[in-house]
């Protein structure tokens, strides 16, 4: 491993001694440089940290905010026919389907809705009795 001289504009070493003591130089060189941007990845990985988990802490408030917008507009909604609640409401309980039954009601739900036939297809039943089967299964 023969350490570069021309980089430094020094002349090359005369005997293994200086050569040794150059190289122990630069490496030292090296290892400083290495330490310094060790610790500024260190401060960027820790802010990172800190921002992320702000984030975080963000992201899990809007799931209750957003419940409460969507109850306090209830009234806006069916009034204008909207009917976001219901939608929400549909799709959750589609989501417990069986994959066949779920891929007829999506597809006619969406033709439905395209043609505006002014019918609609709805789910009735529980909920909770159908997450109880999807688990049995």
Same mark, same amino acid.
């Given at each position: ?5 021309? %980089?430094?504009?020094?002349?090359? =070493? @005369? +005997? ?19 330490? &310094? +941007? ?5 401060? %960027?990985? $820790? +802010? *990172?940290? #800190? /921002?992320?988990? #702000?984030?975080k802490?963000?992201?899990? @408030?809007? =799931? =209750?905010?957003?419940? /409460?917008? *969507? ?8 009034? *204008? ?17 069986? =994959? ?5 009601? %999506?597809? &006619? ?6 043609l505006?036939? #002014?019918s @609609? $297809?709805?789910?009735? #039943? +529980?909920? /909770? $009795?159908?997450?109880?089967? %999807?688990?049995?299964?």
């Amino acid at each position: 491993a023969v350490v570069s001289t021309q %980089s430094t504009g020094k002349k090359p =070493p @005369s +005997d293994q001694h200086e050569h040794m003591l150059e190289r122990l130089k630069w490496e030292l060189e090296q290892r400083k440089a290495m330490r &310094v +941007d060790q610790e500024r990845w260190e401060k %960027s990985k $820790v +802010d *990172l940290e #800190g /921002e992320i988990a #702000g984030l975080k802490g963000y992201l899990a @408030s809007l =799931p =209750p905010q957003l419940e /409460e917008m *969507l109850g306090t507009t209830t009234q806006v909604q069916e009034y *204008l026919g909207m009917k976001l609640v219901h939608r929400k409401t549909q799709a959750e309980m589609a989501a417990w389907l069986p =994959p066949q039954l779920y891929n007829i009601y %999506s597809q &006619v739900s969406g033709y439905t809705e395209y043609l505006k036939l #002014g019918s @609609s $297809v709805t789910l009735n #039943g +529980d909920l /909770e $009795v159908a997450k109880n089967l %999807s688990s049995e299964e």
